[in-house]
């Protein structure tokens, strides 16, 4: 739905996050948002439903000698909404088995890509071939390190957490999402590679769907979904119906 600035975007997620739980169709909903807007939500949550289970950290409870506290208490409560900052939902560590997937997912669609420029006759091939190569070669090093498992085996990951549904406030913040193309010189595509924080997202996007078996467990609320491209409905697209794009 469409609302003008002002007119309760904030009230209406409030009230979405309860639902889901009232309809039984998420048991513990996550609401992520920019910073400064966190304790306005929360706020606002404890005045339109005062009984609720709300837990809101601070940027002060993600500290690095406190994070494991705080994901503790996401995972062992049962919260009616948890909201977190961009940031601090950034700094939670993927399902180790989804992120293997999703890595391996984009590594299988680059390879594909690279025969495909190899057939073309396009000057820019080679460079794009040789781009697209090292793309392959950081995954790999992203996939090497899953699999190596030296990363503490006491961390919380979001797997863990019991999170069953995602509302992205100001979700425009992670249009940066890495893609892949063979057309080049196209206006507004923005960096391929994307950014950690934009594949962080993708990845607790792709564990939800997979638990709910289906395009589902994720809502965007957005002022500006689409700014300056096309391009941005596509990546839209990847992170909530890619069962469309395929």
Do not use: C
Not at 60 to 88: C, E, G, P, T, Y
Not at 92 to 108: F, L
Not at 133 to 162: A, M, P, Y
Not at 185 to 211: S, Y
Request: no cysteine; glycine share 6%; aromatic share 6%.
């Amino acid at each position: 739905p469409s609302h003008d600035r002002g007119a309760g975007k904030t009230l209406v997620t409030i009230s979405g996050a309860m639902e889901l739980k009232r309809l039984g169709v998420a048991k513990k909903p996550l609401i992520i948002a920019k910073k400064s807007t966190v304790p306005q939500i929360a706020e606002a949550f404890k005045k339109a439903y005062p009984a609720a289970k709300v837990l809101a950290p601070t940027e002060k409870d993600f500290s690095a000698h406190r994070r494991k506290k705080v994901l503790s208490q996401i995972s062992m409560n049962d919260w009616d909404v948890v909201i977190l900052s961009h940031d601090n939902f950034g700094q939670i560590e993927p399902d180790p088995e989804m992120a293997r997937k999703v890595i391996q997912d984009e590594i299988d669609l680059l390879v594909l890509t690279i025969e495909e420029l190899k057939g073309s006759s396009d000057k820019m091939s080679k460079r794009d071939i040789k781009g697209l190569e090292t793309r392959i070669q950081n995954l790999e090093s992203k996939l090497k390190e899953l699999s190596d498992g030296n990363k503490d085996k006491e961390v919380v990951d979001f797997g863990s957490l019991g999170i069953d549904h995602i509302m992205v406030d100001e979700s425009q913040s992670f249009k940066n999402l890495n893609y892949t193309t063979i057309h080049n010189q196209v206006a507004g595509l923005g960096t391929k590679e994307g950014a950690k924080k934009t594949f962080n997202l993708l990845m607790a996007v792709r564990f939800l769907q997979k638990i709910h078996k289906g395009d589902k467990g994720t809502t965007f609320l957005s002022g500006t979904p689409i700014s300056n491209t096309m391009a941005e409905l596509y990546l839209i697209l990847k992170y909530l119906r890619p069962n469309n794009l395929s």
